[in-house]
């Protein structure tokens, strides 16, 4: 079967001539997966700019397992992992298929571990509040592949460079989370207030810019010896683990565009990028 699968696959892949490009995209907020504001119109803008791609694969900072798994099912569920929200937010449903040729493709092409084909998650929040702004006609499969928690940030990087094929098989791959995510410390009264972060916020969120921009993979990989204030940035890696799938995916020599650049409640950065 999974021979079957990978000869479909490459077939409705081919070789493109160029490589898609690799984002990151600091999610937020669920509440940004309906409003239209500045994050969310940009997701809109990046989706309308570059090369529709054949297929779309996420790494959600809300999909942490035991072992790493792809989403393999052909029609995956739009999954509400939160509340505390409005109505509104819980009604969206983001009807993307899933692709179960493309699943076993990549399950093939990563040898690091033996990848699970998952029929059971879906769609979480780090995935469909973005790509439903993107590509609005959910007419493009949407895959998740899980983040193993159970390992450390080298294993995570060394896997995603396993991916880095799919990028010229016509595949946005993108790491969904946040560079700098301290739920503990949010500002909840300042969430209106435009660019508010805290000093150490605003700090770590530069260093990680400077990092990204020299191709400092080393230093990303070992955020923890960065300094004091990496340690409030980062106080559980769930959200920071999608930025080292990206920046493994990246090529020193692409082009890289920052874009969200901005703190909001005092803990919490959106800085998003783009490679290539």
Do not use: C
């Amino acid at each position: 079967m999974s021979l079957h699968y990978f000869s479909n696959w490459s077939q409705d892949l081919a070789e493109e001539d160029g490589k898609h490009p690799v984002l990151f995209i600091g999610h937020g907020s669920p509440m940004n997966g309906i409003e239209h504001n500045e994050f969310s119109d940009s997701w809109a803008k990046m989706g309308a700019d570059i090369q529709k791609p054949k297929a779309v694969l996420v790494i959600s900072a809300h999909w942490l397992t035991q072992g790493t798994h792809i989403t393999a099912m052909p029609n995956p569920k739009t999954i509400h992992d939160f509340g505390g929200f409005p109505q509104a937010l819980f009604e969206v449903q983001y009807p993307a298929p899933g692709s179960p040729s493309l699943a076993e493709a990549a399950k093939q092409i990563v040898t690091k571990t033996d990848v699970g084909l998952d029929h059971d998650w879906g769609l979480d929040h780090g995935t469909w509040t973005v790509v439903r702004h993107m590509y609005p006609n959910a007419d493009i499969p949407v895959l998740q592949l899980s983040i193993d928690y159970s390992k450390p940030p080298q294993y995570h990087f060394e896997l995603a460079q396993q991916l880095a094929s799919l990028r010229q098989k016509g595949v946005l791959i993108i790491g969904s989370g946040n560079m700098v995510h301290n739920l503990r410390m949010v500002a909840w009264d300042k969430l209106s207030k435009p660019e508010y972060g805290y000093d150490w916020a605003v700090e770590m969120n530069a260093v990680f810019k400077q990092k990204i921009e020299n191709g400092d993979s080393r230093a990303l990989i070992d955020y923890e010896k960065l300094n004091v204030a990496a340690k409030l940035a980062i106080p559980t890696p769930d959200h920071y683990y999608p930025l080292l799938y990206a920046m493994a995916l990246a090529d020193k020599s692409e082009e890289i565009r920052f874009f969200n650049d901005k703190a909001v409640g005092g803990s919490l950065t959106m800085t998003s990028v783009k490679w290539g």
